[in-house]
């Protein structure tokens, strides 16, 4: 028998214990206690990294004080908790067994670690999802000879649990604690050892982001100039703030630089690693405000890749409005996808080093602007290498879900196997829980679960996302697709919108999911200035949301020929459209308002047109 086994033995037995009459009887929770008990773990890395699991625990755990113990089930758990469909079928989908299981770990995980003096504990006993709540002095303490003394109170209570029952659970939950504390004070060190901005904690330069290679920008610090230049301890809060804002993106590395080094080139290497300076220079006036001006320099090449000036600042104004400004200047047009920072780098590492772990993070990067002719099976191919080589590169992971989420819009069926549909999910949790702070983590995570149903989450996960980085249109514009496909429709449509003014990356899902907002707020204005783009990219999602415009336009006759031509281009026919409409609009009712009018312009009518041919 395996050492797991034995564990998990004795977990199961530890479960039984803790939560057996005896104990119970012993001493109840009331249940503002296991509320606060709730909101601790809830606080924690173990669970706040992961949305789901979140949700799957606050819903059983209140579901059972509330009384309606037997209302939790499989069924309620994916329906209430999980977001998933009202046609979930747990007999086919093990979405809640595998959440379960991951729900126990990171909770032996909690208790053995930064929980471990935790007085009131949560169990999800195996074989149920009834929680069951055990105050921590009820643990049996060991008997061996070489244990350490108990105090008395310790004593008694040990006294009254089944000790020949639970010989084991010691041992095991010790063995736990210890491997918890363990990896606690490795993650401590290797955060300490990472961080090169100050206000940057978890998200900062890492040994796996140095094996990547990813683009480097060093920001030194403002140099005053002008006729009466701002105080020192202004242009220190606007360094602050640039560099916080900058160190917000995930796929460059923000340090900060003496000025006088950032103006030399180096030599940058064979491996298409890109490393970039950013200099300001605060210039005053006579009328008493002051100019920042901004310049880029690609350092390996020793040429001045961008400069910008933000006019009109006053160092008695707020000072967060005005370093808003600078930041909303600055980050988009240097680090946003089509940023030039970003640009140079990818372009750099694709010509010089495509194999690499940044040449593949490249790679997925142009697939997934559909701006190149490579296969998306080759690109993921690329991604499942550097995972596996580097497990802790969170964004390897991002980019992995959301090429595993591209595919299946790409194939015909539009419906991903139970499988590849586990492994976008797993892949885009991961993320998250190794980048708890990062925003690309968290918007595809919500992308993967508004796809897959999860339409609850989604929102969850997408407005963590643009808390974590206000900055980044890109997040903004995937979390607006996510808000209207949600039911959110208005706010996610203004989202949309304001993302695209601020230079979000241009491409034809996003046209889609305005049209569809067009169409589902009868909104004739916005429907009208989407033709000439959902025309201009044809896709199977703008031929969707082309058929959608044209009813909120009332022009019935195109809307029957942009009907029968996007049946007649669909592989599957009329069940695929359908299938589709609900992976773009998972939110109740809003699939069957767009399904109605598709069908009442014929849709169905359009099946026996694309049914394979039979034979030669």
Not at 79 to 92: C, H, I, K, N, Y
Not at 418 to 439: K, W
Not at 442 to 449: N, T, W
Request: a negative charge; one cysteine or more; charged letters at 25%.
């Amino acid at each position: 028998m395996t050492m797991g086994k034995i564990d998990d033995m004795a977990a199961d037995a530890g479960a039984e214990v803790q939560a057996g009459p005896d104990a119970a009887a012993a001493r109840i929770p009331d249940p503002e206690q296991v509320r606060a008990a709730l909101e601790r773990v809830l606080a924690s890395p173990e669970l706040s990294a992961s949305p789901r699991l979140s949700a799957f625990l606050r819903y059983v755990v209140e579901t059972a004080l509330d009384g309606r113990a037997e209302e939790i089930k499989g069924y309620t758990i994916a329906v209430e908790a999980l977001g998933r469909a009202t046609s979930f079928d747990p007999q086919t989908d093990p979405i809640v067994r595998v959440e379960a299981t991951r729900l126990r770990r990171a909770l032996d995980h909690f208790y053995a670690a930064a929980g471990a003096r935790e007085p009131l504990r949560i169990l999800i006993p195996r074989g149920s999802y009834v929680p069951a709540f055990v105050w921590r002095e009820a643990e049996p303490q060991p008997a061996s000879a070489d244990a350490e003394p108990a105090a008395a109170g310790d004593l008694s209570l040990a006294r009254d649990a089944a000790a020949a029952r639970a010989a084991a659970v010691p041992v095991a939950a010790r063995r736990r604690r210890v491997f918890g504390l363990i990896a606690a004070g490795l993650a401590a060190v290797a955060l300490f050892a990472g961080v090169e901005w100050a206000a940057r904690s978890d998200s900062s330069l890492r040994a796996d982001d140095e094996r990547v290679a990813l683009p480097v920008m060093e920001v030194a610090g403002f140099e005053a100039a002008g006729v009466e230049p701002p105080q020192r301890g202004v242009l220190r809060a606007f360094e602050e703030r640039l560099g916080d804002a900058l160190a917000q993106f995930d796929f460059i590395a923000v340090r900060e630089a003496a000025p006088a080094a950032a103006a030399l080139p180096v030599a940058c290497g064979s491996q298409g690693r890109s490393r970039f300076a950013l200099g300001t220079v605060a210039e005053g006036h006579a009328d008493g405000t002051f100019s920042l001006l901004l310049r880029v320099t690609d350092r390996c090449a020793g040429v001045i890749l961008w400069s910008r000036a933000v006019e009109g600042l006053k160092a008695d104004d707020d000072i967060a409005a005005s370093a808003r400004r600078m930041v909303r200047a600055v980050s988009g047009a240097l680090l946003e996808a089509q940023g030039v920072v970003t640009a140079r780098a990818l372009a750099t590492v694709r010509a010089e080093a495509p194999q690499s772990a940044y040449g593949c993070v490249a790679r997925a990067f142009a697939v997934l602007a559909r701006t190149s002719g490579e296969k998306p099976a080759a690109v993921r191919a690329c991604l499942d290498g550097v995972t596996r080589q580097l497990p802790g590169f969170a964004m390897g992971h991002a980019l992995k879900a959301m090429a595993l989420l591209d595919e299946a819009t790409r194939e015909s069926a539009y419906d991903p196997a139970p499988g590849r549909a586990a492994q976008m999910l797993t892949s885009a949790e991961r993320a998250v829980e190794l980048a708890p702070a990062s925003a690309y983590a968290a918007r595809s995570l919500a992308m993967v679960q508004a796809f897959l149903g999860e339409y609850r989450a989604a929102l969850d996960t997408g407005a963590r996302a643009l808390q974590l980085n206000p900055y980044d249109a890109n997040v903004a514009a995937a979390v607006g697709m996510v808000y209207i496909a949600a039911g959110r429709v208005e706010e996610g449509e203004s989202l949309l919108a304001s993302a695209e003014a601020d230079g979000a990356q241009a491409g034809p899902l996003k046209d889609a999911y305005l049209a569809l907002a067009a169409f589902l707020r009868a909104d004739e204005a916005s429907a009208l200035a989407l033709l000439p783009q959902l025309e201009l990219h044809p896709s199977r999602e703008n031929a969707l949301a082309l058929a959608l415009a044209f009813n909120a336009l009332h022009r019935p006759g195109d809307e029957r020929r942009a009907v029968a031509a996007l049946a007649g281009e669909a592989s599957g026919g009329p069940d695929t459209i359908r299938r589709m409409v609900h992976r773009l609009l998972p939110a109740p009712g809003l699939a069957d308002r767009a399904i109605a009018a598709l069908e009442a312009a014929g849709l169905g009518q359009h099946a026996a047109m694309v049914q394979p041919r039979r034979g030669g």
